[in-house]
T-cell receptor, first 116, second 114 residues
Framework: AQKVTQAQTEISVVEKEDVTLDCVYE???????LFWYKQPPSGELVFLIR??????QNEISGRYSWNFQKSTSSFNFTITASQVVDSAVYFC?????????????FGEGTQLTVNP | EPEVTQTPSHQVTQMGQEVILRCVPI?????FYWYRQILGQKVEFLVS????????KSEIFDDQFSVERPDGSNFTLKIRSTKLEDSAMYFC????????????FGQGTRLTVV
């Protein structure tokens, strides 16, 4: 069965610091997808990125970057030069494409607080 | 930009009452989902729906829950006899296909059972 672990419950940083959110996953499938979603205080879930299991290239999008390492079953998310608006709960999620379609299994989430 | 729309944003209901949560998925999407998030906890899968039938459901999705796509646009979640522990944020989501698996979520309906 699939599982996603976000060991960091809460992280607090000062604006302009870099911060990395950890995500470790478990799956028996060889084909799967990994995701990050952002949940700001307003409550909605905002899609940030999808990665498939065959693509281990790291990705950068502005101040956001993602490090996918299959060898350690990790998909970590780094925010560079954090801003107050980055304050939110961030969820990592997994979809086992072969066995469960697009059902997402979420981690517990990491509450990021960026202080001015 | 297309988005998933949910109504109402907040629903308060008495224990034992039936509630229907409504969603309009993105128009060209084929897969539809309901998720639940109890306050302060993680997001949990309830059910997925494709081709007018349930394709998968979790252990949370028991007999008191049902889903329906009554017309070409709406996707509903019905809770027949609400319990206090049903209080949560309910998210509807849709995705384009099995391969395009990024699910886009609505803004959620906060259900409060009193």
């Amino acid at each position: 069965a699939q599982k996603v672990t976000q060991a960091q419950t809460e992280i607090s940083v000062v604006e302009k610091e870099d911060v990395t959110l950890d995500c470790v996953y478990e799956t028996r499938d060889t084909t799967y997808y990994l995701f990050w979603y952002k949940q700001p205080p307003s409550g909605e879930l905002v899609f940030l990125i999808r990665r498939n299991s065959f693509d281990e290239q790291n990705e950068i999008s502005g101040r956001y970057s993602w490090n996918f390492q299959k060898s350690t079953s990790s998909f970590n998310f780094t925010i560079t030069a954090s801003q107050v608006v980055d304050s939110a709960v961030y969820f990592c999620a997994l979809s086992e494409q072969e066995t469960s379609g697009s059902r997402l299994t979420f981690g517990e989430g990491t509450q990021l607080t960026v202080n001015p | 930009e297309p988005e998933v729309t949910q109504t109402p944003s907040h629903q308060v209901t008495q224990m034992g009452q039936e509630v229907i949560l409504r969603c309009v998925p993105i128009s060209n999407h084929l897969y539809f989902y309901w998720y639940r998030q109890i306050l302060g906890q993680k997001v949990e899968f309830l059910v997925s729906f494709y081709n007018n039938e349930i394709s998968e459901k979790s252990e949370i999705f028991d007999d008191q829950f049902s889903v329906e796509r009554p017309d070409g646009s709406n996707f509903t979640l019905k809770i027949r006899s609400t319990k206090l522990e049903d209080s949560a944020m309910y998210f509807c989501a849709s995705s384009a296909s099995r391969r395009r698996t990024e699910a886009f979520f609505g803004q959620g309906t906060r259900l409060t059972v009193v």
